[in-house]
């Protein structure tokens, strides 16, 4: 008998093993496989010449294990439990009662819209896990989904045709001025705004590159003096009188509340999206998330956010907004 290659050894070759061994011979595995008798006995011939060992003895009496079908038979066992498994989680996963949500997202949204509706996706769909993968910008979160690393993405630029895309929010972007820095009780202009130092990300970050698109479309050309990554060490230096700088709400979360707000003297804001994969199969847990966002961020609206006092249209003080404790109820009218 010789030793062939286990990658060809067939579930099917297991499955009689099993069903021998159950029920002690080959007629009546058969019946419970749903087989000829013929079928199991080649089966069995088949598993034996691959191993190169003897696993039944057959006789008047049935077929018995041998010593090492025993075993076999055991590891057998468990191989087809294990695939039952794997069948049962993909089952869960094409459905809403298990599988696994992955989001790809950037920082300000992760942080400060996300959680409230995860919150309230696992009340609804206890069983779904979720995950969340941060990335700065949109380049990261499209890459995930197109990498098949994400299920759904947070995105506010426009993107490629490959995603289909469902907008649910607008972040209005604001001027961040010094605690300190005196200015006249009026709307901001351009020729102020060019007067001071400006703190900025680099240029090669999307907001960066949002901004001065917009500035560029009213003429106005501004030099960063800082050009700095992180937004929380932006607003550390705007606090400390360093500069001035133009951040999208969302982004200056959580303001010191003795920083100045201005609105840009024309208003400019970014649509948040989600994002999916266009002509994707994707599992009802993304269909059912997505649904969730809607009902909860109805179109047309704009979340105010609740450390960020809503900024007057004329002036760089900020008068305190009641804010709900729940994103359900913190939903307000566009300005």
Same mark, same amino acid.
Request: net charge negative.
């Given at each position: 008998?010789?030793?062939?290659?286990?990658?060809?050894?067939?579930?099917? $070759?297991?499955?009689?093993?099993?069903?021998?061994?159950?029920?002690?011979?080959?007629?009546?595995?058969?019946?419970?496989?749903?087989?000829?008798?013929?079928?199991?006995?080649?089966?069995?011939?088949?598993?034996?010449?691959?191993?190169?060992?003897?696993?039944?003895?057959?006789?008047?009496?049935?077929?018995? #294990?041998?010593?090492?079908?025993?075993?076999?038979?055991?590891?057998?066992?468990?191989? #087809?439990?294990?695939?039952?498994?794997? /069948?049962?989680?993909?089952?869960?996963?094409?459905?809403?009662?298990?599988?696994?949500?992955?989001?790809?997202?950037?920082?300000?949204?992760?942080?400060?819209?996300?959680?409230?509706?995860?919150?309230?996706? $696992?009340?609804?769909?206890?069983?779904?896990?979720?995950?969340?993968?941060?990335?700065?910008?949109?380049?990261?979160?499209?890459?995930? #989904?197109?990498?098949?690393?994400?299920?759904?993405?947070?995105?506010? #630029?426009?993107?490629?045709?490959?995603?289909?895309?469902?907008?649910?929010?607008?972040?209005?972007?604001?001027?961040?001025?010094?605690?300190?820095?005196?200015?006249?009780? +009026?709307?901001?202009?351009?020729?102020?705004?060019?007067?001071?130092?400006?703190?900025?990300?680099?240029?090669?970050?999307?907001?960066?590159?949002?901004?001065?698109?917009?500035?560029?479309?009213?003429?106005?050309?501004?030099?960063?003096?800082?050009?700095?990554?992180?937004?929380?060490?932006?607003?550390?230096?705007?606090?400390?009188?360093?500069?001035?700088?133009?951040?999208?709400?969302?982004?200056?979360?959580?303001?010191?509340?003795?920083? $100045?707000?201005?609105?840009?003297?024309?208003?400019?804001?970014?649509?948040?999206?989600?994002?999916?994969?266009?002509?994707?199969?994707?599992?009802?847990?993304?269909?059912?998330? +997505?649904?969730?966002?809607?009902?909860?961020?109805?179109?047309?609206?704009?979340?105010?956010? /609740?450390?960020?006092?809503?900024?007057?249209?004329?002036?760089?003080?900020?008068?305190?907004?009641?804010?709900?404790?729940?994103?359900?109820?913190?939903?307000?009218?566009?300005?």
């Amino acid at each position: 008998m010789a030793t062939g290659n286990l990658e060809n050894i067939k579930l099917s $070759q297991l499955r009689a093993l099993a069903a021998v061994a159950t029920y002690g011979n080959f007629s009546e595995a058969a019946l419970q496989l749903s087989i000829s008798q013929s079928a199991v006995s080649h089966a069995i011939a088949g598993l034996e010449d691959e191993l190169g060992v003897v696993l039944l003895s057959r006789g008047r009496h049935g077929a018995r #294990l041998t010593p090492v079908g025993e075993m076999i038979t055991t590891h057998a066992r468990d191989m #087809l439990r294990l695939l039952d498994v794997i /069948g049962k989680e993909a089952n869960l996963a094409k459905g809403l009662e298990g599988g696994h949500l992955r989001i790809a997202t950037f920082r300000s949204v992760g942080t400060h819209v996300l959680p409230e509706i995860i919150a309230r996706f $696992q009340r609804c769909f206890p069983a779904i896990t979720v995950s969340i993968s941060e990335y700065r910008g949109d380049e990261g979160v499209e890459n995930s #989904l197109r990498e098949g690393r994400a299920d759904l993405g947070f995105t506010c #630029l426009p993107t490629a045709n490959e995603f289909e895309t469902f907008e649910f929010m607008r972040d209005e972007y604001f001027v961040l001025l010094p605690p300190n820095l005196k200015r006249p009780d +009026v709307p901001m202009t351009w020729e102020e705004l060019m007067g001071y130092s400006l703190i900025l990300p680099p240029v090669t970050d999307y907001c960066n590159i949002y901004i001065r698109q917009h500035l560029a479309h009213h003429n106005c050309t501004l030099k960063a003096t800082y050009e700095i990554q992180e937004d929380s060490t932006i607003v550390g230096m705007v606090r400390r009188g360093l500069g001035v700088t133009i951040m999208a709400s969302l982004a200056a979360e959580p303001l010191p509340p003795e920083i $100045q707000v201005c609105r840009l003297p024309v208003p400019l804001e970014r649509s948040i999206r989600i994002a999916v994969c266009a002509n994707g199969l994707h599992p009802p847990a993304v269909y059912a998330f +997505v649904d969730m966002v809607k009902e909860m961020f109805p179109s047309n609206r704009y979340l105010m956010s /609740g450390a960020l006092d809503c900024a007057t249209k004329t002036t760089g003080k900020r008068t305190k907004t009641v804010v709900p404790s729940s994103s359900e109820e913190a939903i307000a009218s566009s300005p």
